[in-house]
């Protein structure tokens, strides 16, 4: 739910630069919003044009009396704004900015799931609570426990929490950065930080300027989100697992808003992703797989508001609808269950006959779109102002499309999938750490068998399997490999990466913490995949006004996955046998067993190559003269080759014309 906003300055600030801060991120919360501008001895809060009216002057302390237009704070060094999507305890009572035991004041974006509990916990230590939010469960768990109050909490957030008594800010991010946190220091000395980058636009002194490096990761890797910069030159975000304390008095405001665009500093990680051992069984791992997903589907079904579920006819996503299903069931509301799903008029792409094996099991209440290319164009000004950044294919504007369909069905939280391919070896570029560990532990009558199954099984050729061993026992042959799967790679005479900027650096060697099937896995979870992923679902939920939540992102069950043996993620050329072991009779048979996967995707290949060659070369072209030169004419080249089958298809010249999008869109200087 919600966005935040928020200034700190050793001068005094203008209220008005965080009312405009607040605007821009309307569309994450438009039920309500709310201010508060502190100074030395005071803390003032203040309502704003979408200020919900029944929130006015009632008897608590963080109840606004007047809209901030009229406030004259000529001494505030902090202002903090929200934006609210009422999501759990829809009354006034549940407004931000929230303030405790007037000490604290916290803006707060995310779901604690387990607040019911905490809740229940600090009463018992003589915490009291006047609403039933989980917003006020974090301010007293943060006052009974201080910082450690991260560790016990299960959920997502972005959140920033001032001590008035202390005089500190505290910004915190969930353990895998589900929920955004930005900062910027500008030169005219103020800290800014949002859930969205698009808020800094509106202060004295943005100049947007491309991040060389991370541009030339983008453009040849495909990699976003992989380190604490973005993709605007001093623009960082607080990654995942990461916190920082900051002080507030005069002195040290002076000290953090002294150097423009600078990284903070005192930024530490709370939390290390690591997997608990587990000896058993895979019969036992199963038992204990399905008890947590189970369980972590119970916690985000809390809501007081409709719930409903992404349907991909995936593995993954048809767990939780079959899960949330039995689940509702039980309380005798399965009526109320709704799913949306992308599907595609090119029957290869089209997943629909998946999708409807799991209605017809569950009886679900499901919503079809089908995301057509005349439809995109129109709309990629829009996805890219609210993705903030480039985005890969144009699988992002299917998943727009499932939320679109969600918010006109008055659906206002969706469960989804993210998650489970990173920690269960479900994508297919794990079968090169596989076949790597074989080979490194001399199991060669493995190998050989994996070798068949792969190819049986997924259509591999072994020429191809080949290849993808090599390249996991010699990463430098990375660059190289990367030409097979990913992108025009091996080569870069399209690409001016001097005037970017950029040095020419593997991106992926940069990031790997090993080449087995666990190191692979904490890469895609931590930096290389999933932060990437859920950028896009984040923006395309909450341009919507969805809260978008994930269960395989429980941390328990994460924990759990990743301390398990290989072989009961991957082997015999099967994906994820835990889960599919743990999905027995929960499952239609047909979606447990299938091996191929799509997801939301688009008809992209057919609409390069086919039905909107045109426009794609138009736009490519367009991308060309927008870049200054850093993007040169001999893409049109590459261009051409994918066109005519001369060149596999992959995303890349999307990217290209996402990135050209991009700096049209926010005017970036190249």
């Avoid at 995310?110 to 974090?138: M, P, Q, W």
């Avoid at 999938?417 to 090169?432: I, K, P, T, V």
């Avoid at 939920?541 to 398990?564: C, K, N, Q, T, W």
């Amino acid at each position: 739910m919600c966005g935040i906003a928020g200034i700190i300055s050793a001068a005094p600030i203008l209220p008005a630069h965080c009312v405009g801060m607040n605007n821009e991120l309307r569309h994450r919360g438009p039920d309500d919003e709310g201010f508060v501008l502190i100074s030395e001895d005071m803390a003032v809060p203040f309502g704003g044009k979408d200020t919900d009216v029944s929130s006015y002057r009632l008897d608590f302390p963080y109840s606004p009396e007047l809209e901030i237009g009229v406030a004259d704070q000529s001494d505030c060094f902090l202002a903090l704004g929200h934006r609210r999507l009422s999501i759990v305890d829809l009354s006034p009572l549940g407004h931000q900015p929230m303030s405790y035991a007037d000490r604290y004041w916290i803006v707060y974006n995310g779901e604690i799931y387990n607040h019911l509990e905490l809740r229940a916990e600090l009463e018992v230590l003589g915490y009291k609570f006047r609403s039933h939010s989980d917003t006020e469960v974090i301010l007293a768990a943060y006052g009974y426990w201080g910082e450690d109050c991260l560790s016990r909490f299960n959920g997502m957030w972005a959140f920033a929490l001032y001590d008035s008594k202390k005089q500190t800010l505290f910004l915190a991010r969930d353990r895998f950065g589900v929920k955004p946190l930005y900062y910027w220091v500008s030169s005219e000395g103020i800290l800014a930080f949002a859930s969205e980058i698009k808020a800094f636009t509106v202060l004295p002194s943005w100049i947007p300027k491309v991040n060389g490096q991370r541009a030339y990761d983008f453009l040849v890797w495909n990699l976003l989100d992989h380190t604490d910069e973005t993709m605007f030159a001093g623009v960082f975000q607080l990654q995942g697992g990461h916190c920082v304390l900051l002080q507030t008095d005069t002195a040290a405001r002076q000290r953090m808003t002294k150097q423009a665009g600078a990284r903070l500093s005192g930024i530490r990680k709370w939390y290390n992703l690591d997997g608990q051992v587990f000896s058993g069984s895979l019969l036992e791992a199963s038992k204990q797989f399905h008890s947590l997903l189970d369980e972590s589907v119970h916690l985000r079904l809390r809501a007081d508001v409709p719930v409903g579920s992404c349907l991909s006819g995936g593995l993954d996503s048809s767990s939780i609808v079959c899960l949330a299903n039995q689940q509702l069931r039980q309380q005798n509301a399965s009526e109320n269950q709704k799913t949306f799903s992308a599907c595609a008029s090119v029957k290869r792409f089209d997943e629909r006959d998946f999708i409807e094996s799991v209605v017809e099991h569950t009886g679900v209440e499901a919503h079809y779109t089908y995301p057509e290319m005349d439809g995109l164009f129109p709309l990629l000004d829009e996805i890219t102002w609210h993705q903030d950044e480039p985005f890969g294919s144009t699988s992002i504007y299917a998943q727009w499309s499932v939320f679109k369909l969600a918010s006109e069905n008055n659906v206002k939280v969706m469960l989804d999938g993210q998650g489970a391919d990173e920690q269960l070896a479900g994508y297919h570029s794990f079968f090169g750490p596989l076949l790597g560990g074989l080979f490194r532990r001399g199991n060669w009558l493995e190998l050989l068998k994996e070798f068949k199954t792969i190819h049986q099984l997924h259509g591999y050729s072994y020429s191809y399997l080949a290849q993808r061993l090599i390249a996991n026992l010699l990463p430098f042959l990375r660059l190289k490999a990367a030409a097979l799967v990913r992108t025009p790679a091996d080569s870069i005479s399209w690409l001016d990466h001097e005037r970017l900027g950029a040095k020419l650096i593997d991106g992926y060697a940069e990031l790997a913490t090993g080449n087995d099937i666990n190191s692979t896995s904490c890469d895609q979870l931590t930096s290389t995949n999933l932060p990437m992923l859920l950028h896009w679902e984040d923006r395309d939920s909450m341009a919507h006004s969805i809260e978008s939540r994930v269960p395989f992102l429980d941390y328990r069950l994460v924990e759990f996955v990743l301390g398990l043996p290989d072989q009961y993620k991957l082997s015999g050329g099967i994906t994820k046998r835990v889960m599919r072991e743990g999905m027995r009779d929960i499952l239609p048979e047909v979606i447990r067993t299938r091996m191929d996967k799509l997801g939301f995707v688009t008809p992209e290949e057919v609409w390069l190559r086919e039905t909107g060659t045109a426009q794609f070369e138009h736009l490519t072209r367009q991308a060309i003269e927008q870049s200054n030169g850093i993007i040169k004419p001999e893409v049109m080249d590459i261009f051409k080759q994918m066109v005519h089958g001369e060149r596999p298809f992959n995303f890349f010249i999307w990217r290209i014309i996402s990135f050209g999008s991009w700096l049209k869109r926010f005017q970036v200087a190249c």
